[in-house]
Each structure stands twice: as C-alpha cells, then as structure tokens.
C-alpha cells in the first residue's frame, strides 16, 4: 500500500518571508541605517525614488505597452511626484530637505505596497524595495536625533 503525501502550498506571508529580494532589502536598508552621516541634498538618497519611478515606469511600458493605458498614466503620475519632492528636497534649507527626502522613501515603500500584485513590476522588487524604502526614511529621519 502506498502512502498519499499531500504537500499544502504555504501561505502568501511565508512565500514573502522566503523571498531573498526582501532579506536583502532588509539587509542593505540595516547598512543604510547604521551608516548615515550628515545629510547632503545632492546625494544619490535624494534622487533615487525619482528613478526607482521612472523603472516602474518602464516596467509598465514592457508590461503594457506605451499606450494610454491607466497603469501608464498612474506610473506617469509617481515619477511627477517623486521627482517633484527631489526638486524641493534641493531648494529648501537642507534640514526640511532631509524630511522631505525621507517622506519621499515612505511614498515609495507606500508605492511599492500598491504594486505587491505583480502586475505592473515583479514582485522580487516590491519585496526588495518595501523594506529598504522603509529603513532608508527611518535613517533619514533619527539622522536627525544626533
């Protein structure tokens, strides 16, 4: 008589937990966390979420072609925003520059949580990007508590 094994897939939240994209998210956001030093507007902090938008931008160009498509004009829509906060990240006394850059990354991994489905970007780069996204805007901000 032979045995039935009956495997039960794991759950969505243990799938995510498996994922080495949000572990490596985790560890690169802990290195930017314990590494902050004084914050200049002109670093690449500042204008990452401008380009992590304009990715996903181009993720939904290949996923949806460049058509008028709603996903395109909401992508179009995040990359305004997020460069806009850049733009006053740079223009304003660089004490408010450091909390609108750190509001910018807690967009991002806002941005990032809307798009957990896959459809619009993989899912490996929400689960990279949420957990980095966050502790960058936690370094960011007790950068300032020194």
Do not use: N
Request: proline share 7%; aromatic share 10%.
């Amino acid at each position: 008589m032979t045995e039935t094994v009956i495997h039960k897939a794991a759950s969505p939240a243990v799938a995510v937990l498996r994922s080495p994209a949000l572990w490596l998210g985790v560890a690169l956001g802990a290195i930017e966390l314990t590494a902050r030093g004084p914050f200049d507007p002109y670093s690449p902090t500042t204008f990452i979420p401008p380009l992590l938008a304009l990715i996903y931008l181009i993720f939904a160009t290949f996923r949806h072609g460049a058509d008028r498509s709603v996903a395109m004009r909401i992508q179009a829509v995040g990359l305004v925003c997020f460069t806009a906060l850049s733009v006053v990240a740079l223009v304003v006394d660089p004490a408010l520059g450091r909390h609108v850059v750190a509001a910018g990354w807690l967009a991002h991994a806002a941005w990032d949580f809307a798009h957990r489905d896959g459809r619009v970007v993989p899912k490996w780069l929400v689960r990279f990007c949420m957990p980095f996204d966050l502790l960058v805007a936690t370094s960011l901000v007790v950068g300032t508590w020194s």
